[in-house]
T-cell receptor
Framework: AQSVTQLGSHVSVSEGALVLLRCNYS??????LFWYVQYPNQGLQLLLK??????LVKGINGFEAEFKKSETSFHLTKPSAHMSDAAEYFC????????????FGSGTQLTVLP | NAGVMQNPRHLVRRRGQEARLRCSPM?????VYWYRQLPEEGLKFMVY????????ESGMPKERFSAEFPKEGPSILRIQQVVRGDSAAYFC???????????????FGPGTRLLVL
């Protein structure tokens, strides 16, 4: 079985500051990891994914995440926050092999302060 | 290439009525997933289907909920005799066939927001 923990349900940063959203996972086999962003009353948009290639993954809108097996983490970062980054961010995991369902974290609401 | 399409986007039902939610996957995608998002919560897996087959329904409530993905047409999530606790956003996702990480990536539709009065 797999699980995802997102530390911090709400994160506030100033515009231009570093964004760091934390995600830790638990799985019994090598995982595939994803970050999705959800804007109010919209669906989920894929930001980036780790699928066992490079451990540092670059995504859209300047976001990137690093897979650290020793820490079982997949934290999302962006060097400089923009007002348009304000949204809810979800980390999700699925397993290698035949399994397909995504297990989501509870989400982190990012607020960007002017 | 159109994305995942869901309709209706908003659905209002009274207690005891039926709700039918539709999902058309991305072109070339043969795997469909349904997730439910309750207010202030993350998404919870409900069911995974391929054409004419339910592969995994471990997240589906045992009663009143059913899903199908017929040979022709969209996938349908059906909720019978809705109750207020069914009010939520229901998201559909799709992915292409295959088991590599990239092929297991799921792409989400805009969701159907169900309100039960």
């Amino acid at each position: 079985a797999q699980s995802v923990t997102q530390l911090g349900s709400h994160v506030s940063v100033s515009e231009g500051a570093l964004v760091l959203l934390r995600c830790n996972y638990s799985s019994s086999v090598p995982p595939y990891l994803f970050w999705y962003v959800q804007y109010p009353n919209q669906g989920l948009q894929l930001l980036l994914k780790y699928t066992s290639a490079a451990t540092l993954v670059k995504g859209i809108n300047g976001f990137e995440a690093e897979f650290k097996k020793s820490e079982t983490s997949f934290h999302l970062t962006k060097p400089s926050a923009h007002m348009s980054d304000a949204a809810e961010y979800f980390c999700a995991v699925t397993l290698s092999g035949s399994a397909r369902q995504l297990t989501f974290g509870s989400g982190t609401q990012l607020t960007v302060l002017p | 290439n159109a994305g995942v399409m869901q309709n209706p986007r908003h659905l209002v039902r009274r207690r005891g009525q039926e709700a039918r939610l539709r999902c058309s996957p991305m072109k070339g995608h043969s795997h469909v997933y349904w997730y439910r998002q309750l207010p202030e919560e993350g998404l919870k897996f409900m069911v995974y289907l391929q054409k004419e087959n339910i592969i995994d329904e471990s997240g589906m409530p045992k009663e009143r909920f059913s899903a199908e993905f017929p040979k022709e047409g969209p996938s349908i999530l059906r909720i019978q005799q809705v109750v207020r606790g069914d009010s939520a956003a229901y998201f559909c996702a799709s992915s292409p066939p295959g088991t590599s990480g990239s092929l297991k990536t799921q792409y989400f539709g805009p969701g159907t927001r169900l309100l039960v009065l």
